[in-house]
């Protein structure tokens, strides 16, 4: 592997837009399942359970281990070779696992380019879409670049979206078990 792919890949790694792009069809999915505008503004509750589904979409491999456990069907997820052999199919265990302390960041970006709606309801965020947040995502699931990535967030919603924040965690450490016993800094291979 040349030095300049692996400096791709972190350059991509570092780009916010990707991962915003990549939270609004998670967030776009969560919202399709809603039905009213209250619902629709409570699409996502709370920043964990946002970053534990989008665990799932980043890491394919671990999302087809969720289905397989609960009695779907992993091929569904359409995971390729290169997938699974990429430099972005590993992960690094860090603070309480494997999810990203950059998601405040995201969201109040996202937020302050009127896209998402954030609101505190006891201790939690709630997370929806705006209008503009539905037309960017719609654009979003059109452009074929992001067809993949739109239709492993409608299958990570469906799965795992009606589980509370807590289940869902529990749930991940069952399903994908070696990341409760890894120490930070390892490097997770699935």
């Known amino acids: 592997m040349s030095l300049r792919l692996v400096k791709a890949a972190a350059d991509s790694e570092n780009d916010d837009n990707l991962h915003l ?3 609004l069809l998670l967030l776009g999915s969560a919202d399709a399942r809603k039905t009213t505008a209250v619902t629709k503004a409570r699409a996502v509750e709370g920043i964990t359970k946002l970053a534990k589904m989008d665990f799932l979409l980043r890491y394919p491999t671990c999302l087809e281990r969720v289905l397989a456990v609960l009695k779907k069907s992993p091929e569904d ?3 390729h070779e290169r997938e699974r052999t990429s430099i972005e199919s590993k992960m690094i265990r ?9 998601y405040r960041r995201w969201l109040g970006l996202l937020s302050s380019r009127g896209l998402v709606r ?3 309801e006891g201790n ?9 947040g539905r037309d960017l995502t719609e ?9 993949e990535l739109a239709r492993r967030s409608d299958i990570t919603v469906k799965a795992v979206g009606p589980m509370s924040a807590t ?3 529990d749930f991940v450490y069952e399903a994908v078990p070696e990341i409760t ?10």
């Open 21 to 23: 792009a990549r939270l």
């Open 77 to 79: 997820v359409g995971v």
């Open 94 to 102: 860090f603070r309480y696992g494997p999810w990203d302390a950059r």
């Open 118 to 120: 954030l609101a505190m």
């Open 124 to 132: 939690t965020i709630v997370i929806g879409l705006t209008d503009a």
């Open 139 to 147: 654009s979003l699931k059109r452009n074929p670049t992001f067809a």
């Open 167 to 169: 289940r869902l965690k």
């Open 181 to 190: 016993d890894m120490k930070w800094g390892d490097e997770i291979a699935i």
